[in-house]
């Protein structure tokens, strides 16, 4: 149903989300203040950002090293830095990295940010958390602003993502991933076994009519394939 109602009102939307998205937009959750600027997700467009924040809300996160991987407007990242993490924000679109500082700012906490496409220049290290939203619909992005809504016809970014995450956490890291019904979990969820990382469920939630489940990344000792 919800994809129907989507499929009827999809092109009305995307000319007024064009217009919306072409000034800076506020975005706030509890205490942060945010900001989202032009080309960069707004967290507005899906529940995803906001499960993220509620689950990271909950968490005791003093001197906790965290990643946020692909960061966007760095809302999370500035919850987190709020609650005296040391964050580092990574996203492959300069204009993020922009915005999570100007948020960081804006909230006068302090994050650590890298453009790098997933981890080829995040320094290694094994992280406390890492904690991705990831572009999970299987088609080519055809600019930078793109990749945050499209993993590639192949799955490239969980091809590549997996393929490099085993070297940043370890056995006691908590490394959050949420995925929507929407999109193709048993293959993501195939890929990443391929690369012995399993999931495990720990939140499945119901809002806007759309699942959201959000899984704990875990080194699998038995690789499939
Ligand atoms: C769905 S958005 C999530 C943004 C933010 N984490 C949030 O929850 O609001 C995905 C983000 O990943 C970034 N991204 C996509 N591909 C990436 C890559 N290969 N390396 C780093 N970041 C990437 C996008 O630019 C985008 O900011």
Same mark, same amino acid.
């Given at each position: ?94 204009? !993020? =990295?922009? +915005? ?9 906490? /302090? ?6 496409? $997933? #981890? ?71 890929? !990443? =076994?391929? +690369? ?9 939630? /119901? ?6 489940? $959000? #899984? ?10």
């Amino acid at each position: 149903m919800r994809k129907l109602i989507i499929r009827i009102i999809h092109p009305f939307l995307r000319v007024f989300v064009k217009y919306y998205f072409t000034k800076p937009r506020r975005y706030n959750y509890k205490k942060i203040k945010g900001v989202v600027i032009p080309k960069v997700f707004h967290p507005q467009l899906t529940i995803s950002t906001k499960i993220l924040l509620d689950y990271i809300d909950k968490e005791d996160l003093e001197n906790k090293s965290l990643l946020e991987l692909g960061c966007g407007s760095g809302i999370i990242s500035t919850l987190a830095a709020s609650k005296k993490a040391k964050v580092m924000a990574s996203d492959i679109n300069v204009q !993020a =990295l922009e +915005n999570a500082l100007l948020n960081a700012d804006k909230n006068k906490v /302090k994050i650590e940010t890298v453009n790098s496409n $997933l #981890f080829q220049k995040i320094p290694q290290q094994e992280f406390d958390y890492i904690i991705i939203n990831p572009p999970y619909y299987p088609k080519t992005p055809q600019n930078v602003e793109e990749k945050a809504w499209f993993c590639g016809g192949e799955f490239e970014y969980f091809k590549d993502l997996f393929s490099t995450l085993y070297a940043y956490f370890n056995n006691a890291s908590e490394v959050i991933m949420i995925l929507s019904e929407d999109c193709e979990i048993e293959t993501i969820k195939e890929i !990443a =076994l391929q +690369n012995k990382i399993a999931f495990k469920q720990v939140l499945e939630t /119901k809002k806007w009519g759309e699942k959201n489940y $959000l #899984f704990q990344l875990e080194r699998s000792e038995v690789p499939i394939g």
